[in-house]
């Protein structure tokens, strides 16, 4: 039941293909990236719920204050407990309770008329109640006859009717047997004979909608004598355990892992959970399940524990320390670029758009602990300090009110003319923190110009890049441009770009491709005896040659253009760590009479050594077919027509971005074919060498025995007529 109450580095485009565009929607999930005023407190919130207009907070704190107050300053005294107007935020002035111990947990009934509190005090207000209470929504008072004796610390409640399930670290309840897991009416605390035996703590406990079944989650490995690691579904009437074939999503504990459930959340035919791991690699994402059958629905591996989960809306708001969701493929980040706070997918766990953060601060160092709904609303609770990067201590409400975050101001542009009278615009996408697919217009010249809109999606781990070529312009005419953007309801407009002059020729080939913004771009042009190949993109993506001898004539005809001849096993590999790669061209010039084929350029696992990872490569076949392979658990290559190996150059260009693989030969198109996502691992661009094994028509050597010469790699794919511009260049 509800709790109520494109891969883009620096110098990085890609070409744009919408044009015009509507203005986007400004809140693309169900709420603003934006905080709404709230209180703070001055220690961790640990339990939340919303009812009657109120929101319930229980934690460690001591003390609260107003939004905007430092730390130390207009505190107003609440221990353990407090609560807060809905709508506005502010301090309940009239809910004022002592409690002599912690607040763990926070439930409340349907019809929001009471909460129900669990924790380690055993006094409210001079009063006994051992670790459970429950308050009156409409005046605020505690409940006198509602009063159950618990032994030990309650960690999780979930009302359903009239009753209130209750788990934790305790043994007995009103002195009888409940180990960890019991239940009590909501009218008078009467013990009930729900009695499922947890033989280790219950952190999580909720109820489906419909009634049917209770889920615990926590660190148990047996219910009832029956292993059930981390997490159980139970009969709500006796306690037993319930088949819940789902429950494989919990690996089984060992040494390097032990993963247990922080947090569940019931909603309509589905259930919810939030695991957290210890140990490398260990499972830390959320998974749902179909309450009737019982069966997984979808599992999300991203790594960093999840503490809470909340449906608002249709979506799932999760509170962890995400820092590395490479494993969503090409919809997850790579390590290293979290946030604490993320939507998902209902259907699909796939992430949303919506991308606001917080700190963390002590003492689990987590940040986000627990979140609840009253509906339209989320408040999230937690160890943390900061919001959004201005202060804010250990709560933070969101809503769908107002206008929500607006994008970032887009960057200066530097436009360049290296065809004569063209100019062509490359830009980076910004991040919009609650809508992915934001509007884009090119302004030309001070009188702000639309010439070109286009519509684009960015998140805060992959902000594609994108090309506007600017034609039929007058040869030596001076030109400036800056770029507009908007997400339907704020428009922010980047700098004026400097001043460029269009060109009145067209420009060498490696303009050409700089252009086009590599990200590596090695020329092998360096004399023989070279130790390092220069990376001449400007990223500095430098390697080491091994078995490449250099200084022998190269594809240009002009400018003394020199190339690498590989020996079969040769190879050059930069030394700039990439992760899964999803959007990405690479290209080539190579030539050979060998029969023994090779790889020209790939991605691989290894810095130095054979890959034990390796795909997005190209490779000549003992025939002299070109081949481009990508691998999603199979492998998808295309290939050309045999008899490349005719000691003549050719041009080769792999492209892929999701939904699409391309391979180009001396600027035709030899295929294309739809895959979803390359494989999702952390490598380098490879040349002339690296493993082949089990790839079709694998030739009879793993590095290619002959020249190459100005291979680039660009983490975009490349439209047709940038492929044929470079090829007609030469």
Not at 176 to 205: C, E, F, G, H, K
Not at 272 to 296: E, K
Not at 576 to 585: D, E, H, L, R
Request: hydrophobic share 35%; proline share 5%.
């Amino acid at each position: 039941m509800k709790k109520v109450g494109i891969f883009a580095l620096g110098g990085l485009l890609v070409a744009a293909l919408l044009s015009p565009a509507a203005p986007a929607q400004s809140i693309g999930a169900s709420l603003s990236a934006l905080t709404s005023p709230a209180w703070q407190t001055n220690a961790s919130v640990q339990g939340l719920a919303v009812a009657n207009g109120k929101a319930y907070v229980g934690g460690r704190f001591t003390t609260v204050r107003p939004p905007g107050a430092a730390a130390g300053t207009s505190e107003t005294a609440r221990t353990y407990l407090a609560a807060f107007n809905q709508s506005t935020g502010a301090l309940d002035t009239g809910f004022n309770h002592t409690l002599n111990g912690m607040v763990w947990a926070i439930a409340a009934t349907a019809d929001g008329s009471r909460v129900f509190v669990g924790g380690d005090f055993t006094n409210v207000d001079g009063q006994t109640r051992n670790r459970v209470a429950a308050f009156d929504t409409a005046t605020g008072a505690l409940v006198s006859n509602w009063k159950p004796s618990v032994s030990y610390r309650v960690k999780a409640l979930a009302v359903s009717g009239s009753t209130v399930y209750l788990g934790g670290s305790f043994g007995l309840v009103n002195n009888v047997a409940r180990p960890r897991l019991a239940a009590v009416t909501t009218s008078t605390a009467s013990l009930l004979p729900w009695a499922p035996q947890a033989d280790n703590d219950v952190y999580a406990i909720d109820v489906a909608d419909d009634g049917s079944k209770v889920y615990a989650g926590g660190t148990f490995s047996t219910i009832n004598g029956t292993s059930s690691w981390a997490v159980a579904s139970l009969d709500p009437t006796d306690g037993s355990l319930q088949p819940f074939a789902a429950a494989s999503a919990v690996p089984a504990p060992n040494p390097g892992c032990t993963s247990r459930v922080k947090d569940i959340e019931t909603s309509g035919d589905r259930v919810y959970f939030a695991n957290a791991g210890d140990g490398g690699g260990c499972f830390d994402g959320t998974w749902a399940a179909d309450v009737a059958s019982g069966n997984l629905v979808w599992k999300s591996n991203c790594l960093g524990a999840t503490e809470t989960v909340t449906v608002v809306n249709g979506w799932l708001y999760k509170g962890s320390h995400a820092h590395d969701c490479s494993y969503l493929g090409g919809n997850g980040f790579p390590q290293g670029a979290g946030r604490y706070l993320l939507t998902q997918n209902l259907d699909t766990g796939e992430l949303g758009p919506w991308f606001p953060n917080t700190n963390t601060g002590g003492p689990t160092v987590v940040g986000p602990l627990v979140s609840a709904t009253g509906g339209s609303d989320l408040w999230v609770g937690g160890d943390f300090t900061t919001v959004n990067g201005a202060g804010q201590q250990s709560l933070a409400r969101f809503t769908n009110t107002g206008p929500g975050a607006a994008p970032a101001k887009p960057a200066k542009v530097t436009p360049v003319s290296y065809k004569a009278g063209q100019v062509k615009v490359n830009f980076q996408t910004v991040v919009d923190n609650d809508d992915i697919t934001l509007t884009y217009r090119v302004l030309r010249s001070f009188s702000n110009t639309v010439v070109a809109t286009y519509t684009a999606d960015s998140r805060f781990w992959n902000r594609p890049w994108l090309s506007f070529t600017d034609t039929g312009l007058t040869p030596g005419s001076s030109q400036v441009y800056r770029i507009e953007v908007t997400d339907g309801n704020s428009t922010l407009r980047g700098d004026y770009s400097a001043a460029v002059t269009v060109a009145s020729v067209d420009a060498p080939y490696d303009q050409q491709v700089m252009a086009d913004g590599p990200t590596a771009y090695w020329r092998l042009g360096e004399p023989n005896g070279t130790a390092n190949a220069t990376d001449s993109s400007g990223q500095g993506n430098t390697g080491p040659y091994s078995g490449v001898t250099l200084g022998v004539p190269g594809v240009l005809t002009s400018g003394g253009n020199t190339a690498g001849d590989f020996d079969g096993a040769g190879r050059l590999i930069g030394q700039t760590a990439i992760s899964q790669p999803q959007n990405f061209s690479v290209e080539a010039w190579y030539k050979t009479t060998s029969t023994s084929g090779g790889k020209i350029v790939g991605f691989g696992n290894s810095s130095n050594g054979t890959s034990s990872q390796y795909d997005r490569h190209i490779y000549l076949q003992n025939d002299g077919t070109v081949t481009f392979g990508l691998w999603d658990g199979s492998a998808r290559t295309i290939s050309s027509a045999p008899g490349t190996n005719d000691g003549q150059w050719h041009h080769v260009v792999g492209t892929f971005s999701p939904g699409s693989q391309k391979l180009y030969l001396d600027g035709v198109l030899q295929g294309t074919q739809n895959v979803t996502a390359a494989e999702a691992y952390t490598g380098y661009w490879r040349v002339g060498a690296d493993n082949l094994g089990g790839w079709p028509n694998g030739p009879s050597n793993a590095g290619i025995n002959g020249t190459l010469d100005e291979v680039a790699v660009y983490p975009i794919a490349l439209d047709a007529d940038q492929v044929v511009t470079h090829y007609d260049a030469r």
